[in-house]
């Protein structure tokens, strides 16, 4: 350990990230690399990563029943199905041609140098793939039932876009172990020693650290931000079609005999009537989906389920950690669903509605695990509770908005993964 801590400019006194100094840390636990720093995986956390992996794809079924949960016509439920087919197949070649360790730089500690074309660890490229891949996921419930569509060269490039090039350039900023990333809790891979809390004088960048643990930001907010884009261009185009056509058919706007659409209160709009026009059971299934591969989502992220050598002074050892981070998401969702159930259950009568909106109920959910996250890792099961609820005031503030600006967002991608990925 000496040796190899001494071969890269540092001390064996100070080997990683001094977590028990910092009161944003709820551990005092070196991850992986103290453990066992001459490899990055045992088999263990070799199998915890890859089974990780592999259910974090399972996601896009989950995404897919959610939106083909929208479709009003059976056309539309290929289009999704086919997109979602095309977002896994861009997001491979983006991501293995130029993202992992040409931009992302994931396992370039050894060298600060960029590697296209290059897979240096075939596991971490395997469960990053699939954080990558739904960034691009994301983005495709926000056209759903809008007229216009993504067509297929279209989605393959943007996917393309988010997973090799967006995405990766983030992960540099945020993740990276080969630069100097902002956030302290990745550094325990020994790279950056000087970077320590208890520092009289920090720099400024230093002091500007950001806690990101599975991705609510360089996951969710950057798809929802991106599905945001495309609905802005959508309603762009379609405000230039009909400004052609009342051209052509040079009828002023508001004249005579002009038909006037009364437009309905926010409330009304958000929780109608008849209930909404999703299929319910299409769109249940779906979120159950993602609330099940969410856990290995967040929890895969430690990349590791061993314990220190030293167990008895750990307050959390790390071994507990997945553990930890399963209850704070079961409290958040639980906590955001339940707060959604109220608000829907009060529009319900204040409407008249038949039945409570299922499916504002189910975005309740998906609002608290896109906010819960970021932090699911480090905040108290309380705060959990807390990012739970106000991730639903968030939801239906970004909501609001969308009202108030015409965006036709089929599934609320923006309210759910931009503005609660931000929150």
């Known amino acids: 350990q000496a040796a190899i801590a001494s071969g890269i ?12 100094a910092c009161n944003m840390y709820k551990w005092n636990t070196c991850p992986r690399d103290v453990v066992h720093p001459t490899v990055r995986y045992t088999d263990s956390s070799a199998a915890w990563v890859l089974i990780a992996a592999i259910i974090v794809f399972f ?21 999704v199905v086919i997109i ?8 491979a070649f983006g991501f293995f041609l130029i993202g992992f360790d040409g931009i992302a730089r994931y396992s370039s500690a050894e060298s600060t140098r960029a590697h296209f074309f290059k897979v240096s660890d075939p596991l971490l490229w395997f ?9 691009a996921t994301v983005v495709g419930g926000c056209l759903v039932s809008n007229p216009y569509k993504l067509r297929l060269p279209a989605a393959f490039i943007s996917a393309f876009v988010i997973s090799g090039i967006i995405h990766p350039i983030i992960v540099l900023i945020i993740w990276s172990d080969a630069v100097q990333s902002i956030s302290p809790y990745r550094f325990c891979v020994g790279i950056l020693p000087d970077y320590n809390c208890t520092l009289a004088t920090p720099s400024f960048l230093k002091s500007m650290y950001v806690l990101d643990f599975a ?4 996951v969710h907010m950057l798809g929802g931000s991106f599905g945001l884009v495309l609905c802005l261009f959508a309603k762009l185009k379609h405000w230039r079609q009909h400004k052609q056509e009342r051209i052509q058919e040079a009828t002023p706007i508001g004249a005579e005999g002009a038909e006037v659409v009364q437009s309905e209160g926010f409330w009304d709009w958000m929780y109608p009537v008849s209930g909404g026009d999703e299929a319910v059971s299409e769109a249940a299934l779906g979120v159950i989906i993602l609330w099940f591969a969410w856990f290995a989502f967040n929890c895969g992220s430690t990349e590791s389920v061993e314990s220190p050598i030293v167990k008895s002074s750990q307050q959390n050892p790390y071994y507990n950690i997945p553990a930890i981070i399963a209850i704070n998401m079961i409290m958040a969702a639980a906590s955001g669903g339940t707060f959604a159930i109220l608000i829907a259950a009060w529009a319900q009568a204040r409407l008249r509605a038949s039945s409570i909106n299922a499916n504002e109920v189910a975005n309740g959910v998906l609002s608290a695990l896109v906010a819960i996250t970021a932090g699911c890792a480090f905040v108290d099961y309380w705060g959990a509770c807390l990012i739970g609820v106000f991730a ?5 503030l970004g909501c609001w908005v969308e009202y108030r600006l015409d ?4 599934a609320r991608v923006f309210p759910v993964h931009g503005l609660c990925g931000l929150w």
């Open 215 to 218: 991705g609510s930001g360089a």
């Open 392 to 396: 639903v005031v968030v939801y239906h």
């Open 127 to 135: 469960f990053k793939f699939t954080f990558a891949s739904n960034a």
């Open 84 to 91: 979602k087919h095309m977002d896994a197949f861009a997001s």
């Open 9 to 20: 400019g540092m001390s064996s006194t100070n080997w990683c990230f001094n977590y028990s």
């Open 407 to 410: 965006i036709k967002d089929t």
């Open 59 to 79: 996601m896009k079924a989950g995404f897919m029943l959610v939106e083909v949960s929208f479709a009003k016509s059976v056309n539309e439920r290929r289009h």
